[in-house]
């Protein structure tokens, strides 16, 4: 296999791991997310490697035998659905502050209801005579 093909198939899993991101992120299933993210990481090494030796193989090759930019349209897909990835991870974060703030509010006003209902606890010992 090329080294072109190798860094072609390479992209295609991360875009596979991109868009399993993206449904792990809409179900909030974090240990999912957090396993791609562990396979995206391994992935790195590979996918370095494979560019690297891309681009000794084009560096080497006579002008015009290989392709300008073959993976530019690849890469901007991969970019455009980390940028998505990352909307929908603040989505979550936000939507996880408003109701975080939501039930603060309300632990705070049982509190008060408590307080202004409960009887007061009787003092046990009001005096020594």
Known sequence: MSAQEQLARLLQQ????????????????????QAIQSDKARLQR??????RQWKAQESSAPRGALSDKP????VSRLIALEEHNAQLVA???????AQQLHLGRAARN????????????PVAWSSWV
């Open 14 to 33: 991360w875009q596979q791991m991109t868009r399993a991101e993206s449904e792990a992120i809409q179900a909030a299933a974090w240990p999912r997310l």
């Open 46 to 51: 590979p996918l370095s490697e494979a560019m």
């Open 71 to 74: 993976f530019r349209a690849a």
């Open 91 to 97: 989505a979550r974060r936000q939507k996880a502050r």
């Open 110 to 121: 049982l509190h008060r209801i408590k307080k202004s209902y409960a009887p007061a606890a």
